[in-house]
């Protein structure tokens, strides 16, 4: 596979219903798509996690 192209990973999970229907619930109140919801969602956790990483590293530099 080409990591160069996007979108090309796919991922498959499961999830209790009750968190699906959330998500949904939330998908449908910004009238997007349950994907496009759950992208964001992951894109703004690897973001935070990564800023957190490099927060971390910092102060460990300072030390």
């Given amino acids: ?3 160069e192209t ?3 990973a796919r991922i498959a999970f499961r999830l209790p ?3 699906y229907d959330k998500l949904e619930r939330w998908a449908d109140e ?3 798509p349950l ?3 759950i992208y964001t969602l992951v ?3 690897v973001t935070e996690r990564e ?3 490099t927060t971390t590293d910092l102060q460990k530099e300072m030390n």
């Fill in 1 to 3: 596979m080409n990591r």
């Fill in 6 to 8: 996007p979108f090309a």
């Fill in 17 to 19: 219903q009750s968190l």
């Fill in 30 to 32: 910004e009238d997007r």
């Fill in 35 to 37: 994907a496009n919801l």
């Fill in 43 to 45: 894109k703004q956790a």
């Fill in 51 to 53: 800023l957190e990483l």
